[in-house]
């Protein structure tokens, strides 16, 4: 009787503890967010019903970037961003995605407060010791002009797409952006349909351990003023992993990399690829409530157009 009672158990956490989906990663410079289309998208797990999730990262950003001919980039703000995702499978093998986004780009707060840090920590970033605390900027020259960028907040582009999973292990998603954001201010969003086609595979699989490696390939057309500076065509890969250290309750990493989405400005920030660790933990408190997960963007590749560091948190039910 006490083994039948222990098997029930086990069978009722069993579909829980599988559905586990390590979280997808989209960037939140928006150097990046306003031409690729391109995100880390982990194996989506085969449910039940609607499947929701929000993530909000909030970022302070301070890049300071000179020209070898005596130019500078300058991104000095706060960012947030707000994304809904929603997955529902239209049968055991197919399934559709959808992302509807908010963001924006102010001032901030936490200068003084990162100020204060570095200092105990001793840790000097000459950038943000140079900048003016809590003030908005985003400007940089190019062609004799000096191009500034706006304050924004914004309902985002929306994201529609569908997956096939091939087997038990392997799945291709496509997905196009569209130009729905309700910001005027330039800089922010791409203003014509991205693409992105990506296959992910888990390489690992059991109770504990999963891993997914995965492949991205993308095209979003060059247009307006800047066309000349942007690239149309982008790749990127993946690394993911989750460990469940102790029932529900796991950590997660996602390593993400992708090609420049600018050439020929002299600005690192802009010209170079996106290296990026996402990671934190994924905890279950029980009682019906939602899969919480707390976490970090690190960048990994210096001047870089990845942000520094970013806090994140968010849901899942």
């Not at 509807?100 to 003084?112: F, I, K, N, Q, T």
């Amino acid at each position: 009787m006490r083994i039948s009672i222990i098997l029930a158990c086990c069978s009722v956490l069993a579909s829980p503890l599988i559905a586990q989906d390590i979280p997808p990663y989209v960037p939140v410079n928006p150097v990046l967010q306003s031409r690729s289309a391109l995100y880390a998208q982990p194996f989506v797990g085969a449910a039940e019903g609607w499947k929701f999730r929000f993530v909000t990262d909030y970022t302070n950003a301070v890049e300071s970037t000179p020209s070898s001919d005596g130019r500078e980039f300058v991104l000095d703000a706060e960012l947030l961003q707000f994304d809904l995702w929603l997955t529902r499978d239209v049968s055991p093998k197919v399934f559709v995605v959808g992302n509807v986004a908010l963001r924006s780009g102010h001032a901030g707060y936490l200068d003084g407060f990162l100020n204060w840090y570095h200092d105990v920590i001793g840790l000097r970033v000459p950038a943000r010791n140079r900048r003016t605390e809590n003030r908005f900027n985003w400007e940089f020259e190019l062609d004799g002009e000096t191009i500034v960028r706006e304050r924004a907040a914004f309902i985002g582009d929306v994201r529609l797409g569908g997956g096939v999973r091939l087997g038990d292990r392997v799945q291709v998603i496509a997905t196009v952006t569209l130009p729905t954001a309700t910001t005027g201010s330039e800089g922010w969003t791409r203003k014509t349909v991205g693409t992105s086609l990506a296959i992910s595979a888990r390489a690992v699989q059991s109770a504990r351990v999963a891993l997914d490696l995965g492949a991205s390939v993308g095209y979003t057309p060059a247009h307006g003023n800047l066309a000349r500076y942007q690239r149309s065509v982008f790749g990127g890969g993946m690394v993911a992993g989750r460990w469940r250290f102790a029932g529900r309750q796991a950590v997660f990493a996602t390593l993400w990399g992708q090609t420049p989405n600018w050439r020929d400005t002299g600005f690192d920030t802009m010209d170079r690829a996106e290296v990026t660790l996402d990671f934190g933990a994924l905890l279950q408190v029980g009682g019906g409530l939602p899969e919480i997960q707390l976490g970090l963007t690190e960048d990994l590749l210096p001047r870089g157009p990845a942000v520094d560091i970013g806090f994140k948190i968010g849901a899942r039910w």
